[in-house]
């Protein structure tokens, strides 16, 4: 039976009204015209919901974001204000663009407040989400129900409190200071011909092209139908409103961008120094403000336009009129350059210095040697990259098994090797050694603040740095040594790293030199991968030109390439022994777009990246050194131990290959190899020592420390000590907890160092300190 006529009429008008209503003809203006706009809400909408960003960390910058090291109140509020601000200046934009293409509001008291509540279906849908995912995740730290509350009323609170500051401001112009500026402003933009006559077109413009609208929701948010016959209005009136609106939005606009340049002048203070998360959306919000200016200036024009501006930018940084160089901190950049080609790298390479650095570093070889009354194993650590993740993963290792081992691990490691935040953790825990060492055991390296320092966040500085100093390419300067320096992200992300190592890595990589060669500490060769040619740049304080060429002992065949640069020979006129310490190991921890690439003074400018892209697990450096001194080692050793502490599962579960979609198979032959590229160093690093054991008249062990996210309880492993101290033997099996894996990332949270520290009872890990404890018993 068909529905009777009068019901047929009723839903299509309840359809039509609902079609033609403000809210959903902007939602469907949005997708049709500004999807550059969505892509930053969409962008948002996937972190938060942990499915973008994840393998990096990006969703615990918004679930759970840190401030001056604490999670609280106040690093919610700040997170609030950023998406406030990022909310409106996106409602503004939106106003600008779209706003004169529903002439009916000019009829309206107070337009852009009609037009921010029927413009906010994306908003509240992000904002919905984003409680819904926050609470969720939350809880499932174990959070209180009162620390939750707390959180969220901060973020409820920073967000309502910054939309509602620049809504005001945006709708108030009677108040006096937005009127003083509002006018100097407008007559600024009268007199400029061009941008009146450009808003008056774009008006008559657009007034041609109206959309349909018969619904709107008041300031109560009930829909209220259009009358167009009252609430249509004079030409010249919708002008002159449009007019006014246009000039408020570019000063709400032009005042946001003045507060991220004048907070920007105070990088340098913790205070000022943001959630990394805060800084995300901050960046979000320029990108649309620049992306909506460019939209209603160039219309049709604007892929084009922005183009030429793109190359317009490549050309200005070519040659050199904008600042883009990221510096090494102790170099001379004001010298003259060192000649960077084949002919230099071999005059550096030459049989002399190689005999001479083989003949210093047996000096430091002896004085190892002198430790012992017998013929000991010699210890190589190789340290995995892998951001703060690896970082404390290997300082976690070095104090858990030192300590077990009563300090012999450290006396018995000759060299340490490895990778980007792996050789932070090491160079951290070498320095604290060290300090033991000098002041007779005043130190103790095992304490647990010392694992806590060397996880503090490093990303808020670096981020802050990104949007408010480096994206505007503007630097201070500041001195290390005799030589002035840019303040970039570089330089924030060394004085963070110093401020959580508590200063006692700032140094010159000199100042390492006397200790190698006594062998109070061991020596540590970084060795991050030179982008120009794809050879590995050698950092030591000792030259090491043994590193780079093969050796002048053995028959070489012809056309051999050279397999790496020594830094301190081939940069020596330019300072390369006042290197800073902390900017090698920057050098070694150069992930792309994140920490920058250091460009080093040479012609051409030798750049520099991290050195995972050649080797992240710092075996191929380990197995070179055996190799230029095996004869050495095998006379003066009962055998080698290869110690590797890796942020990575080595034998991972192969994954189940599913239906791929278009896009997959379009990303897959790229993906693979990116995803595969660990697996290939495992495979080499593995034929590397495999064969070490034909040529080396010695044994060689291996042992791998892993990070695998699957444990013990770290409570229960307390209360279980404290028995047996009290002599109460528990025969209760321990019970194993998995848990997600921490990100790669330059910030974990409390869940994720928890996860990490625990690691080290995994069964795997505990069999491999057993079996390290008997090969150096």
């Known amino acids: 039976m068909n529905p009777p006529l009068p019901y047929m009429k009723m839903l299509l008008k309840l359809f039509n009204g609902f079609v033609y209503s403000l809210p959903i003809q902007l939602f469907i203006l949005s997708i049709k015209k500004n999807q550059l706009l969505l892509i930053f809400w969409l962008l948002l909408i996937f972190i938060v919901t942990e499915n973008f960003g994840s393998a990096v960390g990006l969703p615990s910058l918004f679930l759970e974001p840190e401030y001056l090291d604490q999670v609280n109140f106040w690093s919610f509020f700040i997170v609030g204000i950023t998406l406030g601000i990022f909310t409106l200046s996106y409602q503004i934009t939106s106003y600008i663009l779209d706003s004169q293409k529903f002439s009916f509001l000019g009829g309206l008291p107070r337009p852009f407040t009609k037009f921010l509540i029927n413009n906010s279906i994306i908003p509240f849908l992000f904002t919905g989400i ?51 500026f509002a006018k100097q402003l407008n007559k600024s933009l009268n007199r400029t011909r061009v941008v009146r006559v450009n808003v008056i077109e774009r008006f008559r413009e657009t007034k041609r092209s109206n959309v349909r609208v018969d619904f709107y929701l008041n300031n109560f948010f009930f829909p209220t139908k259009i009358d167009h016959e009252k609430d249509n209005i004079s030409y010249r009136r919708q002008e002159r409103i449009f007019n006014q609106n246009f000039r408020n939005g570019v000063i709400v606009q032009f005042i946001i961008l003045t507060l991220v340049f004048v907070v920007g002048a105070f990088r340098d203070n913790q205070f000022f120094q943001i959630p990394a998360g805060a800084s995300l959306v901050l960046l979000f919000t320029i990108a649309i403000m620049v992306i909506g200016a460019l939209s209603y200036w160039l219309r049709g024009w604007t892929v084009t336009i922005t183009f030429c501006l793109l190359l317009l930018l490549n050309f200005l940084m070519e040659e050199g009129y ?79 098994v030192d300590s077990t081992l009563n300090g012999r691990l450290m006396e018995h490691t000759m060299l340490m090797s490895g990778a980007s935040g792996g050789l932070i953790g090491a160079g951290y825990f070498r320095e604290l050694y060290l300090r033991d060492k000098l002041s007779g055991g005043e130190i103790d390296v095992y304490d ?132 800073r310490f902390l900017t090698a190991l920057r050098m070694s921890a150069s992930f792309p777009y994140i920490t920058p690439n250091v460009k080093l003074p040479s012609e051409p400018a030798m750049e520099i990246i991290d050195a995972g892209l050649s080797d992240n697990f710092g075996i191929d450096n380990a197995v070179r050194f055996l190799y230029v001194f095996k004869d050495w080692i095998a006379k003066n050793t009962s055998g080698v131990i290869f110690v590797s502490i890796r942020d990575t599962q080595k034998d991972k579960p192969i994954e189940t290959s599913l239906e791929q979609s278009f896009f997959q198979r379009l990303a897959t032959p790229l993906g693979s190899v990116l995803y595969n590229w660990e697996y290939s160093q495992d495979i ?39 028995k047996r101290k009290q002599g109460i033997r528990n025969k209760n099996p321990y019970k194993i907890i998995i848990t997600e894996r921490a990100p790669l990332s330059l910030r974990l949270t409390q869940k994720q160092k928890n996860n990490i520290k625990r690691t080290i009872w995994e069964l795997r890990n505990q069999s491999s300190l057993r079996r390290l404890q008997y090969l150096l018993r």
């Open 684 to 722: 080499h690093n593995d034929n590397l020592v495999e064969f070490a054991r034909s040529w080396f008249k010695g044994p060689i062990n291996r042992i791998e420390f892993q990070y695998v996210p699957i444990s013990k309880s770290l409570k229960e492993i307390k209360e279980k000590e404290e």
């Open 322 to 400: 904008l600042l883009t160089d990221y510096e090494a901190y102790g170099l001379n950049y004001n010298t003259t350059k060192a000649p960077y080609n084949l002919r230099s790298i071999k005059q550096k390479s030459n049989d002399q210095n190689y005999s001479e650095d083989v003949d210093v570093t047996k000096i430091a070889l002896e004085n190892w040697r002198k430790k012992f009354s017998r013929k000991p194993k010699m210890v190589f650590i190789c340290a995995s990259g892998g951001g703060l993740r690896a970082s404390v993963w290997t300082m976690r290792t070095l104090q858990i």
């Open 448 to 579: 647990p603040k010392y694992l806590d320092n060397i996880s503090k966040d490093n990303l808020n500085a670096l981020m802050f740095s990104l949007v408010v100093n480096d994206l505007f390419f503007v630097k201070g300067k500041f001195k290390y040594g005799s030589h002035e320096y840019h303040k970039d992200r570089g330089y924030a992300f060394e004085e963070q790293l110093n401020k959580n190592t508590n200063f006692i890595l700032d140094k010159p990589l000199c100042d390492y030199k006397e200790p190698e060669l006594l062998a109070q500490i061991p020596m540590m060769i970084l060795a991050p991968t030179i982008m120009n040619d794809g050879r590995k740049l050698f950092i030591s304080p000792l030259n090491v030109s043994y590193m780079t060429v093969p050796s002048i002992y053995e028959r070489r065949f012809l056309n051999q390439k050279a397999k790496g640069i020594e830094f301190l020979r081939f940069f020596e006129k330019q300072g390369s022994s006042d290197l």
């Open 130 to 180: 984003y409680l819904i995912y926050l609470i969720q995740y939350q809880l499932a730290q174990n959070i209180s129900g009162q620390e939750l509350w707390v959180r969220f009323s901060g973020l409820v609170a920073g967000f309502v409190g910054s939309a509602t500051f620049i809504f005001v401001y945006a709708v108030s112009t009677n108040q006096d200071f937005f009127k003083l």
